[in-house]
């Protein structure tokens, strides 16, 4: 187990986004998501509702105005015919004050009228409110010339001779009139005369916007008179933009004004009622009543904006509500995250919070605590266990060092002597011969072998037994060892012959001076039993032309023989051809 804690701030949890941000933004974004699509539709059945009702009322109002219209005319209509035959007309004279007093109260009932007059059967006006155009001709004036032979309703015109006679309208638009006229006949049906009433325009457009404001008290809709072809009569802007050329109207594929209808450039619901009339003098005018969309549907827009702005506010509320819950989730999670990594860098149980405050924080804080103990133990008991195993390791490693000595002395050494054995030597002495080689003429240190071979060997084991024999080999080995140097490596060559390997000498001499101290060293000692022992040695040094180390183990081995050949207790060299 690693003994640095866990490097949390490289852990990659660091890099995702916090539980409390994900759940508020989630929450937040879902109620503004459903807020907007309540919106959406609630406007989408508003713009419906609203679209109905308001072209509803557009209906109404034109509907309205064109029945109130006709019903006025009609009456005025009546009530110039009720007057045509009146008995103080019919019954004459005409330019009887009593004329004139019955046209005066007239006018005075009805202020609509701009002039009320009676005109002979040639034209020339007899009475008239206010004496206006009395004594001049009407002859030629529609009106006149159609009433003669029947009641007559006249569309708007304005005023002619009475135009300098009347105040002018505080709007300063011309003076427009409609005319009402009946002829006045005796009871055998001659005509005596014309009673006539020129109605002010503005009272019939006063009618309109009446019926337009009663209907829609919050503004928006307003009313077109449009005569029989489809001229604007009403209102003044539009008559005199239409009279400039203008293209004032759209053009219903249906030929009639209902739905959306585009009026410059602008988008209206529309409607349109033909003013019915019950007398023969039709006057086939149209009422077009019209609201900019915009405006009908701006209440469902207010209510758009009033939702989205709802759905912003709820959103904030529950982005907040959010916030707090995922706090109130988060900071326990974060706290037992906290006491994990405690646990990773202290290795200890630390104490966890007595309430979590959820029923799954505290499952997940008792389940914490219990890995956390049993996580504590068992790496205790893996510490414990690894001590173990440590101490058991650095036995058995000792163990086998030591056996592994044992096994590289065996390996290497004599059993008898303990010097180093025939395979230990050849070891040794290829490693002299490759360092010599590796250096080559230049290398002025150079290795010599020392051949030893007890004299006489056989005599001593045949008078005082193998054993002795023995003892004599392990005492000569001791004193082999003793008169040579650290570095030099004495071996049993075999049976009683003895090896030296002497390294890094400067010449034979040197060889041979070590091969006569071993020689003298054994002829001074007295062995046991056995008393004096002399031994032959046979020197060699190394030569660079040696291929291996068998032509320096021939050398030594025939100096050898010439020492015993030579008497024996005797040290002989013998170099390689090339040094000798
Ligand atoms: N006790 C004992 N004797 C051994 C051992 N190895 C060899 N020998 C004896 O050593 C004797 C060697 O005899 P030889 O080779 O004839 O030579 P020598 O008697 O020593 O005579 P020279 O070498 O000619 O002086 C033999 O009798 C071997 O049996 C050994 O490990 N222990």
Known sequence: MPDTPHDVTASPARHLPSLRGQLSLVLGGLALAILTLVGVYLGRVATQELYTAQQAVVRTTAQFAADLLATELRDREREIELLSVAPHLVDGPLDA????????????????????????????????????????????????????????????????????????????????????????????????????????????????????????????????????????????????AQADGANVLPRPASGRFD?????????????????????????????????????????????????????????????????????????????????????????????????????????????????????????????????????QVQQRTAELQAANAALEHLATRDPLTGLHNRRSLDARLAEAQALDRRYGRQRARVHALLLL????????????????????????????????????????????????????????QEAVIAAEKIRAAVETVSFAQVGRVTVSVGVSLASVDDLDARPLIDRADGALYEAKRGGRNAVVLKLAPTLG
């Open 453 to 508: 071979d007890v004299d006489h060997f056989k005599r001593i084991n045949d008078q005082f037994g193998h054993p002795t024999g023995d003892a004599v080999l392990r005492q000569l080995a001791h004193l082999l060892q003793a008169s040579i140097r650290a570095t030099d490596v004495a071996a049993r060559f075999g049976g009683e012959e003895f090896a030296v390997l002497l390294p890094e000498l400067a010449g034979p």
């Open 259 to 391: 739905g959306e209808l585009d009026f410059g450039g602008q988008t209206y619901l529309t409607s349109e009622a033909q003013l019915q009339s019950s007398t023969d003098a039709a006057l086939g005018w149209r009422i077009v009543t019209r609201q900019p969309l915009e405006q009908a549907l701006r209440p469902v827009r207010d209510l758009q904006r009033e939702l989205v702005l709802l759905g912003i506010m709820a959103a904030a509320v529950l982005t907040l509500a959010a916030l707090l819950l995922a706090r109130r989730i988060s900071r326990p999670v974060e706290e037992l995250a906290q006491i994990a990594e405690r646990v990773e860098a202290e290795r200890r149980m630390p104490d966890f919070p007595p309430d979590p405050g959820a029923m799954e924080l505290a499952r997940l804080s008792d389940a914490m605590r219990a890995m956390a103990g049993s996580l504590l133990a068992t790496e205790q008991e893996l510490q414990q266990a690894n001590a173990t195993l440590e101490a």
């Open 97 to 240: 004050p009593r004329v004139r007093d019955a046209l005066e109260r007239r006018a005075a009932l009805h202020d609509e009228f701009g002039w009320l007059g009676v005109a002979a059967p040639d034209g020339t006006v007899l009475q008239a409110t206010g004496g206006l155009l009395a004594g001049r001709s009407v002859a030629q004036r529609e009106w006149f010339i159609a009433a003669r032979e029947r009641v007559y309703v006249g569309d708007v015109h304005e005023a002619k001779l009475l135009a300098s006679m009347l105040p002018v309208a505080p709007n300063g638009e011309p003076t427009r009139f409609i005319d009402f006229a009946a002829p006045i006949r005796a009871a055998d049906g001659k005509l005596l005369g014309v009673v006539g009433a020129h109605a002010h325009w503005r009272w019939v457009t006063g009618l309109v916007e009446g019926v337009t404001r009663r209907q829609n008290p919050g503004g928006g809709i307003d009313a077109l008179i449009l005569d029989r072809d489809g001229r604007v009569l009403y209102p003044e802007a539009l008559k005199a």
